[in-house]
């Protein structure tokens, strides 16, 4: 079946472009979670969204950072004016309703950007 | 949720049993042990997880010390494709939609 599937794999941009990075989550899945991974670091938590509410964005680094999901199912993480340090792996997971299949989540495989 | 220590790096040869160790002094009683592995240029998978009891799998084992201060992911047969970043994470019984919070894990290197 489908997993977690991001888009793009790879970007690449230069200092202070706009990037946007799409994240479907596993069909039905209500919870979704953004991470960022700097190279040779663990996945870092920015934001989770249940459904369409976004309920926790205490992980987002500054406020040129932004992730939405209107309709509760595509999510997209849009980060304005990159600097290098945003240079990342971004990583989206699903969950499905937490009552059930216990608390596993599934990554995608992550879109790497590359600010240069 | 609470801390978990893990050596930075494991080599194993090929075919052999593989354990990696995660130390947790401060877990509570309501806290489950979560395994995830990180291949190369992928997101991290779930492997195992347990409470009290040892748990057992397709892809793993995970043993766990009598007081819970320890645990143990074991690969019975390590193969080259199990080379990966192994995270250990503890989670609360009542952690509700709180994140997983990672560690830098243990990167397991396979040798032929």
């Known amino acids: 079946g489908a997993g977690v599937s991001q888009s793009p794999r790879y970007k690449v941009a230069k200092r202070g472009q706009d990037v946007a990075l799409r994240c479907d989550p596993i069909?039905?899945?209500?919870?979704l979670f953004w991470y960022q991974q700097a190279l040779g670091q663990g996945p870092e938590f920015l934001t989770y969204?249940?459904?369409?509410?976004?309920?926790?964005k205490s992980g987002l680094p500054s406020d040129r950072f932004f992730a939405e999901r209107p309709e509760g199912s595509v999510s997209t993480l849009k980060i304005q004016r990159t600097q290098q340090e945003d240079s990342a792996v971004y990583l989206c997971?699903?969950?499905?309703?937490?009552?059930?299949?216990?608390?596993?989540?599934?990554f995608g495989e992550g879109s790497r950007l590359t600010v240069l | 949720d609470a801390k978990t220590t893990q050596p930075n790096s494991m080599e194993s040869n090929e075919e052999e049993p593989v354990h990696l160790p995660c130390n947790h002094s401060?877990?509570?009683?309501?806290?489950?042990i979560h395994w995830y592995r990180q291949l190369p240029s992928q997101g991290p998978e779930y492997v195992i997880h347990?409470?009290?009891s040892n748990v057992n799998n397709r892809m793993a084992s995970l043993a766990i010390a009598e007081d819970r201060k320890s645990s143990t992911l074991i690969l019975h047969r390590a193969t080259l494709r199990d080379a990966a970043v192994y995270y250990c994470?503890?989670?609360?019984?009542?952690?509700?939609?709180?994140?997983?919070?990672f560690g830098k894990g243990t990167r397991l290197s396979v040798i032929a």
């Open positions: 997971a699903s969950r499905a309703a937490l009552m059930l299949r216990g608390q596993r989540l599934f």
């Open positions: 069909s039905g899945h209500v919870s």
């Open positions: 969204f249940q459904n369409e509410a976004q309920l926790d």
């Open positions: 401060t877990i509570s009683g309501t806290d489950y």
């Open positions: 347990g409470l009290t």
């Open positions: 994470i503890l989670r609360g019984m009542n952690s509700g939609n709180t994140p997983l919070v």
